[in-house]
Nanobody, 126 residues
Framework: QLQLDESGGGLVQPGGSLRLSCAAS????????IGWFRQAPGKKREGVSC????????YYLDSVKGRFTISRDATKNTVYLQINSLEPEDTAVYYC???????????????????WGQGTQVTVSS
C-alpha cells in the first residue's frame, strides 16, 4: 500500500517561508494526483493545492494563490509545497494525500483522496 511521509513543517515568523515535502517509497508518485490539505484546531480539513499526474494541471485555494507553489521531483519521488509570505492563519497540520481518481486534472476535495500521510505541523507566530 502506498505510504506517504510529510516533512518540513516548523515554527516560523509571519512573512517567512517553508518547503513541505511529501515522499513515498515503493510506489511512483507520478502515477497519482497529489493534494495538500491542512487542518487547524477546531476546523475542518481543507484542501489548499493539488497537482495532477505529470503534464497536467495544478490547482490552488484562492486564499493561497501567489503564496503557495506545488511541484514534483520525479528523481526524488517527492511532491513539494513551497509556502511563502506565511500568515498566522496558515497555522495548521499539513497533510499530503494521493488520489487514483484523476489523470490530467485534480480537485482538492478530501473524499477524492485514497492515501494520506500523518501530517506535519506548521506554526506561524511571532
Amino acid at each position: 500500500q502506498l505510504q506517504l511521509d510529510e516533512s518540513g513543517g516548523g515554527l516560523v515568523q509571519p512573512g517567512g517561508s517553508l518547503r513541505l515535502s511529501c515522499a513515498a517509497s515503493g510506489y511512483t508518485l507520478d502515477n497519482y494526483a497529489i493534494g495538500w490539505f491542512r487542518q487547524a484546531p477546531g476546523k475542518k480539513r481543507e484542501g489548499v493545492s493539488c497537482i495532477s499526474t505529470p503534464g497536467g494541471d495544478t490547482y490552488y485555494l484562492d486564499s493561497v494563490k501567489g503564496r503557495f507553489t506545488i511541484s514534483r521531483d520525479a528523481t526524488k519521488n517527492t511532491v513539494y509545497l513551497q509556502i511563502n509570505s506565511l500568515e498566522p492563519e496558515d497555522t495548521a497540520v499539513y497533510y499530503c494525500a494521493a488520489s487514483t481518481s484523476f489523470k490530467d486534472n485534480c480537485v482538492i476535495g478530501v473524499d477524492w483522496y485514497d492515501y494520506w500521510g500523518q501530517g506535519t505541523q506548521v506554526t506561524v507566530s511571532s
